[in-house]
């Protein structure tokens, strides 16, 4: 079975960043993806999806993107369910990023982003990252590879 989702999109409001009981980062955001056709007044409309990041990447993500931020991301679609307050049952569909790509330049992030300045992208992503690792990100630009 193939389950893989690509996407590149805006974040429509910052990366809310929490951590499990166990002390895991959990980053929730959701990106604008523009479709490739436009309606029937000739305005292209766009699609808001919601995407989960774990760990270190979950980190990384509510550090360098913000409101507006273009990113570009693969993960595998996800669907879960839970009982709200009234006892209805909600469903959930939602993206789980493996891999985040940072694509606004470094002047349209976080002000205190210290990754290096061009309209490149960074690619932060992690596959299998540290399952406990709470320490505070500090990325210098003489830590980059670029």
């Known amino acids: 079975?193939?389950?893989?989702?690509?996407?590149?999109?805006r974040l429509v409001k910052d990366p809310e960043l929490r951590y499990t009981p166990s002390g895991v980062a959990v980053a929730t955001f959701t990106l604008a993806v523009n479709r490739t056709f436009t309606n029937g007044e000739?305005?292209?409309?766009?699609?808001?999806?919601?995407?989960?990041?774990?760990?270190?990447?979950a980190e990384l993500c509510a550090n360098y993107l913000k409101k507006g931020s273009q990113a570009g991301l693969e993960g595998r679609l996800q669907?879960?369910?839970?009982?709200?307050?009234?006892?209805?049952?909600?469903?959930?569909?939602e993206v789980v990023a493996d891999n985040v790509q940072f694509l606004s330049p470094t002047g349209e992030r976080r002000e205190?982003?210290?990754?290096?300045?061009?309209?490149?992208?960074?690619?932060?992503?992690?596959?299998?990252?540290?399952?406990?690792?709470?320490?505070?990100?500090?990325?210098?630009?003489?830590?980059?590879?670029?």
Do not use: C, H
Request: hydrophobic share 30%; no cysteine; glycine share 6%.
């Open 1 to 9: 079975m193939i389950n893989r989702v690509v996407l590149v999109g």
């Open 42 to 57: 000739g305005e292209r409309e766009a699609d808001f999806i919601n995407i989960v990041a774990w760990r270190q990447l």
């Open 79 to 93: 669907t879960r369910s839970y009982d709200n307050k009234e006892g209805k049952r909600v469903y959930v569909t």
């Open 112 to 146: 205190n982003s210290s990754a290096s300045s061009n309209d490149r992208g960074y690619d932060f992503g992690y596959n299998n990252p540290p399952q406990n690792d709470r320490r505070a990100i500090d990325i210098q630009d003489d830590d980059l590879p670029f």
